[in-house]
């Protein structure tokens, strides 16, 4: 038994709690193919599918797309938050872990964690790929490092969120019917994967004030890989896209962290 | 005080589009330090609510609980390392494996890497799975499960272990297994309460039965205390048609000291009566001269069954749906049954 203060239980719990998620992502081969494979596929399918169809003023299709895909593969990621949570729910896993003398967050911590640890994979294998059809980091290591970071920290704040959703609507089926919903729309209807001056205008305003669009122009910019003639919306969010996604970022975990860890401390299986 | 004491818990639902639902009206329960409370109680009963009560999961509208003279509802942080808790479903993770589960747990009492390591290999031993502890949970039966949630509950050598249902799901061999754990522990001065709908686990285990309905305590006592309460022995007849078992309640009904009951089966009637040969003579005697010979017939003293059966006006295991909220309408409930789930 080690020292008992409040911090090093939150660690340790934590911890604890993370190791849980990290075997289950060894474990469970359908997050290994979502994890893996998926945004391979989709590096491929973009670059060599629409590639040859679609020119960026100034830029190539490659180089314009990675940050998009990287986006959407990690927003996508932060959804098993959502159906995970669910799921221990219908299981009766969170019923023990409420009757542990364990720090009401640790859970939470350890699940997000999880999606953190799911994501990080998802982006090295990404870059990857990149790397293989030709996409190259144009600015200095340490602006590569915070466009990682920011795509981490983005989808972790996601994670917070999705988390509450699942702990509410409480069936993993929903989460993943619902999720795919609204985060396809979400993630297409922005800069991801065209320029946002060729949509229709209504679906043009959305995607500038989208924060997808706003987490896809940061990572692109601090990857350098928005070369002069690049179209860039003129709203807020594009001109100050990295520190967009920061207040964001910020925003969601301020409103969720403490709310998700209320919501666990009341829930009961069935 | 007692080890544990619940005083006038109540917990009510308000399902959508139902009337609500009084999962507990003022509940009273008190076990002494050491010793093997039952709650004895049909689905529906409130069981389940009051164990998720006092283990800190739910929060009761009205009422207070301590254990160890620590307020439940207060400080539940205080109860949490006291307690074990074994719910009617195993909660387990699917994904780790029967070791890594315990393991988890113990890292989660705070424990430490090793003694976690440790007590998981005792309990994997203790409940004969020591094959299958490398393997995800994802592949156990269903007994198997249990017995790792059973397990779980027992890593920290708990003060109170609470077990709701404990057996369901359990073959024989594991049942009286688990039993015999039970009653170790209970030697070694843990204090236990458990819920049951199997009236020969609460006779085999508990030295205490609190029988519950519509979320309160009718009856308690010991198994002997409870049997005694509802009078002597009882007669029992089985008879071939409808029209005999009519005749036949009849008869009964004058010798009985109470109302006749009918079995499920529609064919075995059992009343309580004050001299058991003398009444069986005279039942017999009554039914040969409307020409009617039962198929069996004989007498018997009360089990819990009984109990059950007299205090409540319905058998402990009729319904099988989960103890709290949901009060599904059935289309045969009885006029007890459905005040008791309402």
Redesign the interface.
Known sequence: MGPHTPLTRFLSDGWTTTRRNLIKIKRVPDILVFTLLQPIMFVLLFTYVYGGAITIPGSNYTEFLMAGIFAQTVVFGATYSGSAMAQDLKDGIIDRFRTLPMNDAAVLVGRTNGDLAINFLSVVVMMTTGFIVGWRINSSPLQAMAAVGLLLLFAYAMSWVMAFIGMSVRSPEVINNVSFIVLFPLTFVSNAFVPADTLPTPLRIFAEWNPVSALVQAVRELFGNVPAGTPVGDTWMQQHAPLAVLIGAGILLAIFVPLSIRKFSRVASR | MAFIEARGLRKTYLPKGAPPVHALDGLNLEVPQGTIKGLLGPNGAGKTTAV?SL????VPDEGTMTIDGIDVMAHP?RI??I?G?S?Q????????TGF?NLE??G??????AK?SRARATELIELFDLVEAQNR?VKGFSGGMRRRI?LA?ALVVRPRVLFLDEPTTGLDPRSRLALWDVIRSLAGEGTTVLLTTQYLEEADQLADHISVIDGGKVIAEGTTDELKNSIGGARIELSLASEKEVATARTILKKIGSSEPILAADGRTLTVPVDNAPAALATALGELGSRGISPLDAGMRRPTLDDVFLQLTGHAATLEDD?D?STAKPKTKVSRRERKAAN
């Open positions: 998720k283990t800190t999961l739910i942080e949490r390392p307690i808790v719910g479903y195993a909660a387990v993770d699917e994904n780790l890594e988890m747990v890292r989660l009492y705070h424990l430490g003694e995800p949630d779980g989960n709290d």
